[in-house]
């Protein structure tokens, strides 16, 4: 089968990280049957990745078969790779799409969650996301750049 087109969308975040219009910190980590691995943009920490379609897709039920049949081993792999190189207390994984209160391109995080982390912000789950989202921290690209360079590898194997 053919790779799925990739369609973006001017003005949509995701699609403009993905395609090079905005400069993407640790670059892309991972891409193969239409979904790519990135490290988020934002404050959820280092070592939290996003995992998108190519293509802008609103809704799950949009993804087509290839990308469908392939998430649930990526998301897996993704958290493993997180996993081995933060040695996080749990390993969040939720889908994100709105922008402004409107469905936006879809997006898996893959956040690797602390000791530290819930004791800085006094908080776990939803609760501990939207505290450092208050707190506004984004890592350095020094030190996005550091782990990528650690996760690459553990995402480009296969057997994992």
């Known amino acids: ?34 979904l790519v691995v990135e ?5 959820l920490g ?20 290839t990308e469908s049949a392939a998430l649930g081993p990526l998301l897996r792999r993704t958290a493993a790779a997180v996993t081995e190189v933060i040695r996080p207390e749990q390993v969040y994984v ?6 402004d209160r ?13 000791k530290v982390d819930m004791v800085r912000f006094e908080a776990a789950g939803p609760e501990l996301q939207l505290a450092m989202f208050r707190a506004g ?6 030190e996005v750049d550091a782990v990528c360079t650690r996760l690459r590898p553990l995402l480009a194997d296969q057997s994992q």
Request: charged content about 15%; some cysteine.
């Open 1 to 34: 089968m053919a790779a799925p087109e990739q369609v973006t969308r001017t003005g949509c975040i995701a699609c403009e990280l993905s395609s090079g219009v905005r400069p993407l910190p640790g670059g892309r980590l991972h891409e193969s049957s239409g």
């Open 39 to 43: 490290h988020c943009v934002g404050p």
């Open 46 to 65: 280092v070592g939290t990745l996003v995992i998108k379609p190519l293509r802008h897709v609103v809704h799950v039920a949009d993804l087509d078969e």
């Open 94 to 99: 939720c889908l994100w799409s709105h922008m």
């Open 102 to 114: 409107e469905p936006g391109h879809i997006h898996f995080v893959v956040q690797p969650v602390t």
């Open 137 to 142: 921290e984004s890592p350095g690209e020094p």
